[in-house]
């Protein structure tokens, strides 16, 4: 198989999307060509125009992610997925959402034992923290069913001293919906996570929003101040990094060089308390 095949494939999917369903506004003059526009797939996808044009063409060959990235997008069946996958040359995702840390993330924890950070599975469920993360006092246990779940805090259960503006947690929330979108196609038989989402769902129609009419991510970061229980904020950033080869993510937290709240992030890394990094439970998702 070829490139030009993953191509045909793109592109035959692509034409015969539901503008509609893809979230994609008709407008007042209607439509002009079948399907979805190379453009508004690649806004959907998080890629540009020329890149989708390209991978039509056969002059690129996509990774597992943009495979996921693109599925998503045109709303493709498993069916569609997993020939999208075998066309590109990858083993469609199934079963159970992993939720080993790996050697790997391991070490990526150990290195940055100094710094705000989390690994987190496909599902967003919190595996291993560094204790600087949760020395910003702001994940108080709930004892809810997934109250270390990122995307069922955010949406059904709110933390008093994480605050971001609008942007920041439009962005925020965009990130977590995507991902729990890819994670679900490609664990369609995880029950856990399923059950999740059907949570999730039920309780934010914000989520439920997101989860029909998807928004664009065009960057996996945002800001966020934490206040301690001493009171003083500290305003850090996010940056979400792939773990691909045990399908893992990490998010570290960082702050300007040379501001107020890198001084701040010192103090709260130097109360920090040990062991450096911690392995949590085995989460009910996933």
């Known amino acids: 198989m070829t490139g030009q095949d993953f191509g045909a494939a793109v592109r035959r999917l692509r034409e015969a999307a539901?503008?509609?369903?893809?979230?994609?506004?008709?407008?007042?003059?209607?439509?002009?060509?079948?399907?979805?526009?190379?453009?508004e797939l690649g806004e959907l996808a998080g890629m540009s125009a020329d890149y989708v044009r390209r991978l039509e063409?056969?002059?690129?060959?996509?990774?597992?992610?943009?495979?996921?990235?693109?599925?998503r997008a045109l709303g493709a069946s498993r069916a569609d997925y997993e020939r999208l996958c075998v066309l590109a040359g990858y083993a469609a995702a199934d079963g159970r959402v992993p939720s080993e840390l790996g050697p790997g993330a391991t070490r990526l924890l150990e290195r940055f034992s100094d710094t705000p950070m989390f690994v987190a599975d496909a599902a967003m469920n919190l595996l291993a923290v560094t204790s600087p993360f949760l020395a910003l006092e702001h994940w108080q246990p709930t004892g809810d069913r997934w109250e270390w779940n990122i995307a069922w805090r955010q949406f059904c259960s709110p933390f008093a001293t994480f605050r971001q503006t609008a942007a920041d947690a439009t962005d925020h929330e965009a990130i977590l919906a995507a991902t729990l979108k890819a994670a679900a196609l490609r664990y369609p038989t995880d029950t856990g996570l399923a059950a999740l989402v059907d949570d999730i769902r039920s309780r934010s129609t914000m989520f439920d929003g997101l989860w029909r009419d998807p928004r664009p991510v065009t960057a996996y970061e945002s800001s966020a101040t934490f206040v301690r229980s001493d009171g003083?904020?500290?305003?850090?950033?996010?940056?979400?990094?792939?773990?691909?080869?045990?399908?893992?993510?990490?998010?570290?937290?960082?702050?300007?060089?040379?501001?107020?709240?890198?001084?701040?992030?010192?103090?709260?890394?130097?109360?920090?308390?040990?062991?450096?990094?911690?392995?949590?439970?085995r989460p009910s998702a996933g």
Do not use: C, F, K, Y
């Open 57 to 71: 063409q056969g002059r690129s060959h996509p990774s597992a992610a943009v495979v996921d990235a693109l599925a």
């Open 18 to 39: 539901d503008p509609v369903a893809a979230g994609v506004p008709l407008g007042l003059g209607g439509r002009r060509v079948r399907g979805l526009r190379r453009e």
């Open 232 to 281: 003083e904020p500290v305003t850090l950033l996010g940056n979400l990094l792939a773990i691909p080869g045990d399908d893992l993510s990490a998010l570290m937290l960082t702050a300007a060089r040379g501001s107020a709240d890198e001084a701040r992030l010192a103090e709260v890394v130097g109360a920090a308390s040990r062991p450096a990094v911690m392995q949590l439970s």
